[in-house]
């Protein structure tokens, strides 16, 4: 861990103004801490950000407003949230660890970097950790990498569940930057790794994420998140999949689906969502609008079972929205 | 309040800054504790009930504070990134890995270790549990498992088989005594509620 | 009469120490004047340093030294006989694998020396590494061993007119110890008297190697580690980081603290082989064998490492076959050094021949439990020695009847819970009973409690409390009057490391003779000393009894008694060894292990329902402690089956080096098991009949495992772990 000065910003305007190239917001810690570790992340500055303002889950007026530093452990338990929006506490709940969920802040989960052991690795290239210097992932061990938006710069998987879960209900995130507020779409927050794969996500400089928004959705009380990994708990996923179906009666009127540990971002897969819609529920259904997903993707030497596993998680997590629960 | 400044720990930590330290460090090193590049920060917290107050560089976990600066070992450093649990404290009543803490960032909190859980000779109910059930082998994991146990247990978890394997689950024990943890958080459960 | 402490459940003597985080570990102590170290490890898989930079590192804040290739610190090479690492550290500039240690940083604080280590700098001159196992042809055989019926010429002959022939392959990748206490060490020098703390499994042995390593004397190292954070093997030899460590301290003149990172500890210290095996049997149209080969090919690094062995005690001492041969070979790599770990060889090769009875069972369309029963071995079938005592049969039937075997459909997929696969699988375990020579020290103090120490270490297995039971039984007196010492190498020389499930083996008869010759001791003291109420009197009048010294109808507590002889402690050391006769016989621990899976019909996860595990361990000591080794070794053959492999990559780099990314068991991979041991003392190895169980539950639970899976899909696993890609 390289040496930095620590403060703490007085409010949010302070927050955003103090920060620099050099500047690494501090909120949980657990993505933060663990790669200054590894010295992934070298901060020159850490801005301790917990005692701002950012918190609240707000449920009023329809939808969610989730205060960026809520800890994900206290979103999961929000009465409002698991009512109204269980595959949100589901991906929180099968997130990391109870001790990890209890620091982790929403914000920081979106933020998080990837488990790529290249990545983390840094006696080795990485094109996200050091641009330029090669991928060795696209031709080493790539058992739990990416199949879809990958390029030959950077195959690795985007890690947060929750990312997939908001992904599938259209949040938006709040971001507070030295010019003012602005909102944007959750899904067009991360970029495809291209050949820029070190560019993650839309912040501009100094910007802070200080909000998501749900945006309401009165039928994602009919929603799950299905996680799929070799251990049982404490893992990040192989495969998951967020569903939220609108029935009226047998027929699937509209659905949300969105997949984690197959792309290089959280991804939506409207073409799935457009061949369950007007259909009839079942198996056969969700095989065929299953089928959709795996277009594009390009598997690797080690994950040529993702495409597969994808389809078939996509297939049981709609089958396990038929369960009472 | 307890003062963890004291100068032979201080010379020992290299809590650079201070005149006491080359005065009382050990000749080779002295000189290089007492060079500075960053600023300290200073923290308050109360720990086991104690409150306490300490500067240190900014680069320091709670973990390492803990173990380090105020001798309280029973805290463990199993990986030092958060995957494995046996660093596990309570800070403001919630279980954290303390290794993915940063000291700074817990001014002003309440710190729960090991240590601080009995009730003075007494053994907590997880503890005496965990003998009775032999949740433990080498014992390297346990001050985590029971810290990580007791919040649990505090938050209404643990309330059937399946949940606490599931929220134990941030606890790894490679000895596996995983059957007789389970069986000491039912015990514990029902005598702490 | 106060009850026999052996066999019931007595809770762990340092149990306290350990729940209230007070039981001292390595890296917790901190003497006076301690300075921090760091390794630095090489990036490249093979080669040579040319250079290194440690400027950057030297001008960081409160470092103290650098030591690299260049600026060297003595060291002694290891013997020649020595197994393990066949280097010392720094002593050349050559790369044997990727991690090796090219640095170590010495600084005020453990950060500032993590963080200057980091800027040290090497150039390489790189040669490609050999690392793949896989791709490697045959290795080198390690000896040969064979019986074949007369008339028979020669193994394959054997096979090829055996009705019924099989033949599987298996394979495994590098798996590590993950003991939850990373590698530490402590050292300190008072003159030119050496201590170091450090988790060891055996600390006498670890101590006398320091020494060589260091030059010095033996009696001139002390190695304690009264608390160790898990062993399973990767504790048992000394590793180049503790000599570096203790070398520094010696160097700098002042104590020097070692903690590896998680991450250095995988390349470090050594891990369990990679390993490949082909198991071919052949059988009668009823399952009775033929004919068995077992041919491997495991990994051994040039760099040095432990032996894999995996056909010696498992195909060679099973099952009654006529013509039998293991081809066990070894391929030189580049990789980290090998080490031992739990059920080492023992327990891919189970995992291997168990594979291979069980594809036997499905071919021949005997039951799996029956087909091991007509393959019976009461001796061994290579050179006929008989087991001393072997009660496998009743695992089988005991372990069959609590687990419902009946309920079982021999036809895979045939058995579903929801959209869950349900199978069930079984298979046998074995693993060699080893005694060997052992000392102890009982000694009785003036405060009332006796201790008793061995130069052995506590690992978390329980032997502490082991030597505590068996001296409350020898000398009447309750479990808590007993004090137990292990893990200090200045303990009486002979203690036994703690590896090969044979510390209770070897160290309860040494226990036993400790116990008596004290007592002996004691009534001799009361006899001669002038101040004992027994002075003068004929020892062979005066009798010891429930701690308490008696003759002509007086009675006197030991306590007392040396009190009034003014004898703080009286003490008395014993040995044991195995018997010249018992040589006639195989010592072995057997058990049947019988276990339920579910795989998920679409997403194919493979979880482990319950697990039946009947054991036959001679007698057990500690039955509380005994529970705990066998249930957390069951729940490694999870891992092991399920979980646990490090690929390594071409250019020498483990891939799965950290706990994110080589997964063991969590309290969730955790379910329901029915551990239960046959109450049967041998009656050859020792007085007592006890036969040590470390092993014993890991061996074969990984079978049983992807036998299971099996019935559950019709799939058959052969290259480990079972993942769920496996089972699309």
């Given at each position: 861990m390289r040496e930095f000065r620590f403060d703490r910003p007085a409010d949010v305007g302070d927050a955003v103004r103090r920060s620099g190239s050099d500047t690494a917001f501090l909120a949980g810690g657990t993505t933060l801490v663990d790669l200054m570790k590894l010295e992934v992340m070298s901060p020159r500055h850490v801005l301790?950000?917990?005692?701002?303002?950012?918190r609240g889950i707000d449920a009023t007026g329809g939808g969610l407003r989730i205060g960026a530093l809520e800890r994900m452990s206290d979103v999961a338990a929000d009465p409002h949230v698991r009512r109204g929006y269980p595959v949100l506490s589901r991906a929180l709940e099968l997130s990391a660890s109870g001790q990890l969920r209890n620091m982790a802040s929403i914000g920081g989960n979106l933020l998080q970097r990837t488990r790529c052991g290249y990545f983390r690795d840094v006696s080795t290239p990485c094109n996200k950790r050091q641009?330029?210097?090669?991928?060795?992932a696209v031709e080493g061990e790539?058992?739990?990498?990416?199949?879809?938006?990958?390029?030959d710069s950077c195959v690795a998987t985007h890690p947060s569940d929750l990312a997939v879960a908001l992904v599938a209900l259209d949040a938006k995130v709040r971001l507070r930057g030295r010019d003012g507020t602005r909102t944007v779409d959750l899904r067009d927050f991360y970029p495809l790794?291209?050949?820029?794969?070190?560019?993650?996500?839309?912040?501009?400089?100094?910007?802070?994420?200080?909000e998501v928004v749900v945006p309401p959705l009165?039928?994602?009380?009919r929603s799950t998140y299905l996680k799929i990994r070799?251990?049982?708990?404490?893992e990040f996923a192989l495969s998951s999949a967020a569903v939220a179906v609108r029935r009226v009666g047998d027929t699937i009127v509209e659905a949300r689906v969105a997949v984690g540990g197959?792309?290089?971002?959280?991804w939506r897969l409207p073409a799935v969502e457009k061949a369950l819609a007007g259909r009839r529920a079942g198996e056969d259904t969700y095989a065929t609008a299953a089928a959709?997903?795996?277009?594009g993707a390009r598997p690797l030497r080690h994950n040529a079972f993702k495409p597969e596993l994808m389809k078939r998680t996509l297939i049981r997590a709609l089958l396990e929205l038929e369960q009472p629960r | 309040m307890t003062q963890y400044e004291g100068i032979t720990r201080r010379g020992l930590l290299g809590?650079?800054?201070?005149a006491a330290v080359a005065a009382t460090?050990?000749?080779?090193g002295g000189s290089a504790a007492a060079r500075t590049t960053t600023e300290e920060v200073a923290v308050r917290m109360t720990v086991n009930g104690t409150a306490t107050s300490l500067t240190a560089d900014?680069?320091?976990?709670l973990l390492d504070a803990l173990r380090?600066?105020?001798?309280?070992?029973?805290?463990?450093?199993?990986?030092?990134?958060?995957?494995?649990?046996?660093c596990t404290v309570h800070v403001d009543g919630r279980r954290v890995v303390?290794?993915?803490?940063?000291?700074?960032?817990?001014?002003?909190a309440t710190v729960t270790t090991i240590e601080g859980l009995a009730d003075g000779d007494r053994l907590h109910p997880l503890q005496r549990a965990f003998i009775d059930h032999d949740g433990?082998?080498?014992?390297?994991c346990t001050p985590g498992q029971i810290m990580s146990a007791a919040a649990v247990i505090a938050e209404?978890?643990?309330?059937t088989d399946s949940e606490i394997r599931e929220q134990m689950s941030g606890n790894i024990c490679r000895c596996s005594a995983y059957p007789g943890i389970a069986a000491a958080i039912r015990q514990a459960r029902a005598e702490m509620r | 009469m106060t009850p026999s402490p052996i066999g019931r459940r007595t809770d762990r003597v340092d149990g306290p120490a350990k729940v209230t985080g007070s039981a001292p570990y390595a890296a917790d102590y901190r003497p006076e004047g301690l300075v921090h170290a760091h390794l630095v490890q090489a990036?490249?898989?093979?080669?040579?340093?040319?250079g290194m930079d440690v400027s950057r590192a030297e001008a960081?804040?409160?470092?103290?030294a650098v030591f690299t290739p260049f600026r060297p610190l003595p060291l002694n090479p290891p013997s020649?006989?020595?197994?393990?690492?066949n280097y010392s550290a720094?002593?050349?500039?050559?790369?044997?694998?990727?991690?090796?240690?090219i640095g170590l940083v010495v600084a005020d604080t453990a950060e500032r020396a993590r963080d200057a280590a980091a800027l040290v700098t090497a150039d390489y001159a790189v040669t490609p590494p050999r690392t793949s196992l896989a791709d490697a042809g045959p290795g080198v055989p390690q000896g040969l061993v064979q019986k074949l019926a007369?008339?028979?010429?020669s193994i394959d002959a054997a096979l090829a007119s055996s009705p019924v022939t099989v033949t599987t392959s298996v394979s495994q990748h590098a798996q590590h110890?993950?003991?939850?206490?990373p590698h530490a060490t402590t050292a300190v020098w008072v003159d030119d008297q050496l201590t170091v703390y450090t988790g060891a499994q055996a600390p006498q042995q670890a101590a006398a190697t320091i020494a060589a390593r260091l030059g010095v004397?033996?009696?001139k190292v002390r190695l304690i580690c009264?608390?160790?954070?898990?062993?399973?093997?990767?504790?048992?030899p000394v590793w180049n980081e503790a000599l570096l460590c203790a070398a520094a301290a010696r160097e700098l003149g002042r104590p020097v603290k070692l903690v590896l990172s998680r991450e250095q500890v995988f390349t470090a210290i050594g891990h369990r082989g990679a390993v490949r095996q082909t198991i071919r049997l052949g059988a009668d149209?009823?399952?009775?064998?033929r004919a068995l080969s077992h041919d491997s090919d495991g990994e051994l690094p040039a760099a040095g490492g432990w032996r894999m062995?995996?056909?010696?005690?498992t195909s060679a001492v099973m099952y009654r076959t006529p013509n039998i041969r293991i081809d066990q070979r070894l391929v030189t790599l580049d990789t980290p050094p090998t080490w031992s770990m739990r059920a080492p060889a023992e327990a891919p090769g189970m995992f291997a021949l168990e594979t291979a009875m069980d594809e036997l069972a499905a071919r021949t369309g005997v039951d799996p439990v029956e087909l091991r029963l007509r393959n019976y071995?009461?001796?061994?079938?290579?050179?006929g020695r008989r087991f001393s005592s072997k009660h496998l049969d009743e695992c089988y039937r005991v372990g069959a009847q609590r687990f419902g075997w009946?309920?079982?459909?021999?036809?895979?997929?045939?058995?579903?819970?929801g959209d869950w696969l349900i199978g069930m699988g079984m298979a046998s375990a074995v693993y060699i009973a080893w005694r060997q020579p052992a000392s102890a020290r009982a000694r009785f103090l003036d405060d009332g409690h006796v201790a008793v120490g061995s130069g052995t270490s506590d690992p978390g297995t329980g032997a502490s409390t082991v030597l505590a039971v068996v001296a409350a039984d020898e000398l009447e007196l309750?479990?808590?009057?007993i004090t137990a010492e292990v893990g200090?190498?200045?303990?009486?020389?002979?203690g036994v490391g703690?590896?090969?499930?044979?510390v209770t083996t070897s160290t309860v008869p040494a226990v036993q003779a400790a116990c008596r010759a004290a007592v002996e001791a004691l009534v001799r003291s009361a006899v001669d000393n002038?101040?004992?109420?027994?002075?003068?009197?004929?020892?062979?009048?005066v009798r010891y009894r429930r701690g308490r010294v008696e003759a002509r109808g007086r009675s006197v507590d030991f306590p007392t008694l040396l009190r009034a002889m003014g004898l703080p402690h009286v003490e008395a050391v014993g040995t044991a060894a195995p018997d010249?006769?018992?040589?006639r016989y195989r010592f072995h621990c057997f058990g049947a292990h019988f276990c339920e899976v579910r795989v998920h019909r679409l997403t194919g996860e493979p979880r482990v329902n319950r697990f039946t595990s009947v054991f036959d361990?001679?007698?057990?000591?500690?039955a509380k402690a005994a529970r705990g080794q066998l249930v957390g070794s069951i729940i490694w053959g999870i891992g092991h089956a399920l979980l646990e492999a490090d690929p390594i990559e071409?250019?020498?780099?483990?891939?799965?080096?950290?706990m994110a990314d080589y997964l063991v068991p969590v309290h969730a991979d955790t379910p329901e098991i029915d551990v239960h041991w046959l109450?049967?003392?041998?009656?050859?190895?020792?007085?007592?009949?006890v036969r040590g169980l470390g092993e014993i539950g890991m061996i074969s639970a990984a079978a049983a495992i992807g036998n299971a899976v099996y019935n559950a899909t019709g799939v058959r696993v052969h290259?480990?772990?079972?993942?769920?890609d496996k089972l699309l």
């Open positions: 301790d950000i917990n005692r701002l303002p950012l641009p330029g210097s090669g991928c060795p790539n058992r739990t990498h990416a199949v879809l938006g990958t390029s790794p291209g050949d820029t794969p070190h560019l993650e996500h839309d912040l501009r400089p100094g910007e802070l994420v200080t009165d039928w994602a009380t070799d251990r049982q708990s404490y197959m792309g290089t971002r959280p959709a997903a795996v277009e | 809590l650079a800054g201070s460090a050990p000749s080779d900014p680069r320091t976990t380090d600066r105020m001798r309280l070992t029973g805290t463990k450093k199993g990986c030092d990134r958060g995957q494995c649990g046996a303390s290794c993915l803490t940063l000291l700074a960032s817990v001014d002003g433990l082998q080498c014992g390297f209404g978890g643990a309330r | 990036t490249v898989g093979r080669g040579e340093v040319r960081a804040p409160g470092v103290i020649p006989q020595h197994s393990g690492e720094l002593q050349d500039t050559a790369v044997r694998f990727r991690g090796q240690i007369p008339g028979t010429p110890h993950i003991a939850m206490e004397e033996p009696g009264r608390y160790t954070g898990g062993g399973f093997g990767q504790r048992s149209a009823d399952g009775r064998l062995m995996p056909g010696r005690e071995a009461t001796e061994d079938p290579v050179e009946d309920r079982r459909s021999a036809r895979p997929r045939s058995r579903t819970d309750p479990v808590g009057s200090d190498s200045a303990l009486p020389p002979g703690a590896y090969g499930s044979s002038p101040r004992s109420p027994f002075a003068g009197l004929d020892p062979a009048s010249q006769s018992a040589s361990v001679g007698r057990v000591v500690n071409p250019d020498g780099r483990f891939a799965a080096a950290s109450d049967r003392p041998d009656p050859h190895i020792s007085e007592s009949g290259d480990l772990p079972i993942t769920l």
